[in-house]
């Protein structure tokens, strides 16, 4: 599925292929279609799933093919209402950019700061306006904000609002509607007080539900090599030498095991350190300072230390050891790459950990793709799920034949 064969208007298109979106992620794909017929939406789903892409664009392209050439000053036409200063930049910032070629204006209101500048923004005319709810209610009893032309209104992450204590405000918000409008409704779950919030807001709406795991697991490019416990870490060196990562996160399920890791990459000439509770919390950051910086390559973790760590735009994620939990893998692999396709996580699995995968795959809904050919194959597992490989005698043989299994010895200094 493309962004075109969902009926997306010229300048939008372009605006997305120049964010290198080429195809649209599962909430878009359902959501887009509904809202262009200007259906009411709730949607259970989270941030990370391509949420923002799927409201901005029906409501950028509402306005802009409703769009009005008489010259006088704009009014407020789509609101989106969002619980933190945080998301309401990033969403106004989504605006900009899938809306940078329709001429549309967005901004952005929220607290904690003077708001002579969002007043200012105000006054030139905004046609899409994103808000967190108290300094939109504020700016309205201020007499600078008016719903009165709003026709269409987004309520993002309910749940959120709710636990923050933004009910009250919110009901007040939605009382400052006009009734004819087209309502959006997004929340990550649906207790009963955000059904029946919902349904305040909501005429009779389609709903979506994305499940965050198969989201997850959808944008991130994942491949499994079949392999014995022993040949795991020439494995590792093997693909690190064939890829350029410039981060990789290596997950081990024992603290001894990912010092052993460390300690092999080390030789390998890979700059490698762990992260696990035994380590001292100043070693902890030290190695996590490093990575950061990229002076080193490789951070090995098990995933109680890994928990904490604030780092994003992986180039790699390995899971060296398959987690017995399947929830943990599509954690683990949501930390490369965001909803863009551009994600790599690779899973190596030993005799032992095919009752893990089999409930991995169940739980994101798909078959990890298995990489037949590799010098390190364990061909008792690997025959069983992929009889296809090529003939006997085409296939590279595992370790000390192929010279590979030194390769450790061979590495480049990184
Ligand atoms: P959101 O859930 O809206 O916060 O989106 C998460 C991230 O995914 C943001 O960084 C977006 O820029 C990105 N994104 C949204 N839609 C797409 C898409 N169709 N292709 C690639 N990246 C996307």
Do not use: W
Not at 101 to 106: A, M, Q, Y
Not at 177 to 206: C, D, H, W, Y
Not at 243 to 256: A, D, I, P, Q
């Amino acid at each position: 599925m493309t962004f075109s064969q969902l009926e997306i208007i010229d300048p939008i298109l372009k605006a997305l292929d120049e964010q290198g979106y080429t195809n649209p992620t599962p909430i878009q794909e359902q959501a887009i279609p509904i809202l262009l017929k200007g259906r009411d939406l709730l949607g259970c789903a989270q941030t990370g799933t391509g949420k923002t892409a799927a409201f901005a664009i029906p409501i950028l392209q509402h306005l802009f093919l409703n769009r009005q050439s008489k010259k006088g000053n704009r009014k407020i036409k789509a609101l989106i209402v969002t619980p933190t200063r945080e998301l309401a930049i990033q969403i106004n910032n989504s605006f900009k950019a899938y809306g940078k070629h329709t001429g549309l204006r967005s901004s952005v209101v929220f607290g904690g700061v003077k708001q002579h500048q969002q007043v200012n923004e105000l006054r030139q005319g905004v046609d899409i306006l994103v808000a967190t709810p108290g300094r939109l209610l504020d700016l309205m009893q201020q007499g600078i904000i008016s719903l009165a032309n709003i026709q269409i209104s987004v309520l993002d992450e309910a749940d959120h609002m709710l636990d923050m204590g933004f009910v009250h405000d919110i009901k007040r918000i939605i009382a400052a509607l006009p009734s004819r409008r087209q309502s959006l409704f997004f929340s990550a779950t649906m207790p009963n007080e955000i059904v029946s919030l919902s349904r305040k807001i909501l005429g009779n709406p389609e709903k979506i539900t994305i499940n965050p795991e198969k989201a997850t697991a959808d944008r991130v490019e994942q491949s499994l090599y079949y392999v014995i416990k022993k040949a795991k870490a020439r494995l590792l060196i093997h693909l690190l030498n064939k890829g350029n990562y410039e981060s990789v996160l290596v997950f081990s399920r024992t603290k001894y095991g990912s010092d052993k890791i460390v300690k092999i990459l080390n030789k390998a000439d890979y700059k490698a350190e762990a992260i696990h509770g035994n380590k001292s919390q100043s070693a902890r950051q030290r190695a996590l300072k490093n990575f950061k910086e990229g002076t080193t390559k490789v951070l090995v973790a098990t995933d109680i230390a890994a928990r904490g760590i604030d780092i994003s735009e992986l180039s790699l994620v390995v899971n060296y050891d398959l987690p017995s939990v399947a929830e943990t893998y599509v954690h683990r692999i949501g930390r490369t790459g965001r909803a863009s396709a551009s994600g790599i996580a690779i899973s190596f699995c030993q005799a032992d950990e095919r009752q893990y995968l089999k409930e991995i795959q169940k739980l994101i809904g798909q078959k990890i793709k298995v990489i037949a050919e590799h010098p390190f194959v364990d061909e008792k597992e690997e025959a069983t799920e992929a009889p296809s490989r090529p003939p006997r005698q085409n296939r590279k043989r595992t370790t000390k034949k192929t010279g590979s299994g030194n390769n450790y010895r061979q590495g480049r200094k990184r």
